[in-house]
């Protein structure tokens, strides 16, 4: 009966892409560098969209060799999950590039303490930017937006949605 496992390990613990695999449930495999309770502690990529990129390629490959069927797999970049400020502004910035793999993406930016480094708003008053950050992830081929604001997030997608099918009509 379960539809979707979101795993912020991308199914890396024994067994769990055995638990998945022959089903006809999805899996969303996200991003993490390191561990829940040290991921924050100094993290260093070298490029990381390739590198996010390059990991999230290869854990859809593990499963669809363990036999969870491609259509089945999206993934996530992992904001804010063993990621700087600048990680994740160069991730939103290459999101598209994600997008490029070929699996639907889900992206959670909702409230992020990123939004408090730049704005310095407690997680009450992050709305307005939890918002830009929604538009912009759609922008550049999420999928699916992980929010906290469910309506006021539709509201904002549902403008992206006429703008995507308006300039799919006039060939923009």
Same mark, same amino acid.
């Given at each position: 009966?379960?539809?979707?496992?979101?795993?912020?390990?991308?199914?890396?613990?024994?067994?769990?892409?055995?638990?998945?695999?022959?089903?006809?449930?999805?899996?969303?495999?996200?991003?993490?560098?390191?561990?829940?309770?040290? !991921?924050?502690?100094?993290?260093?990529?070298?490029?990381?969209?390739?590198?996010?990129?390059?990991?999230?390629? #290869?854990?859809? #490959?593990?499963?669809?060799?363990? %036999?969870?069927?491609?259509?089945?797999?999206?993934?996530?970049?992992?904001?804010?999950?063993?990621?700087?400020?600048?990680?994740?502004? #160069?991730?939103?910035?290459?999101?598209?590039?994600?997008?490029?793999? %070929?699996?639907?993406?889900?992206?959670?930016?909702?409230?992020?303490?990123?939004?408090?480094?730049?704005?310095?708003?407690?997680?009450?008053?992050?709305?307005?930017?939890?918002?830009?950050?929604?538009?912009?992830?759609?922008?550049?081929?999420?999928?699916?937006?992980?929010?906290?604001?469910?309506?006021?997030?539709?509201?904002?997608?549902? !403008?992206?949605?006429?703008?995507?099918?308006?300039?799919?009509?006039?060939? #923009?």
């Amino acid at each position: 009966g379960v539809w979707m496992i979101n795993d912020v390990r991308a199914l890396r613990r024994p067994g769990a892409v055995e638990a998945v695999a022959g089903s006809e449930c999805r899996v969303c495999l996200m991003h993490m560098q390191g561990q829940p309770d040290s !991921m924050q502690s100094g993290p260093e990529y070298e490029n990381v969209v390739a590198e996010v990129g390059a990991f999230l390629e #290869q854990r859809a #490959q593990a499963c669809i060799d363990a %036999g969870i069927g491609a259509e089945h797999i999206w993934v996530d970049p992992g904001f804010g999950f063993g990621k700087t400020l600048e990680h994740n502004l #160069q991730l939103l910035d290459g999101l598209s590039r994600l997008s490029e793999l %070929g699996y639907p993406m889900l992206v959670g930016l909702s409230r992020k303490s990123m939004i408090e480094k730049i704005i310095d708003r407690p997680v009450h008053e992050r709305l307005p930017a939890s918002l830009a950050l929604a538009v912009l992830a759609a922008e550049r081929g999420a999928r699916i937006i992980r929010t906290h604001d469910v309506a006021e997030t539709a509201d904002a997608m549902a !403008m992206v949605v006429a703008l995507q099918g308006q300039m799919g009509e006039t060939g #923009q």
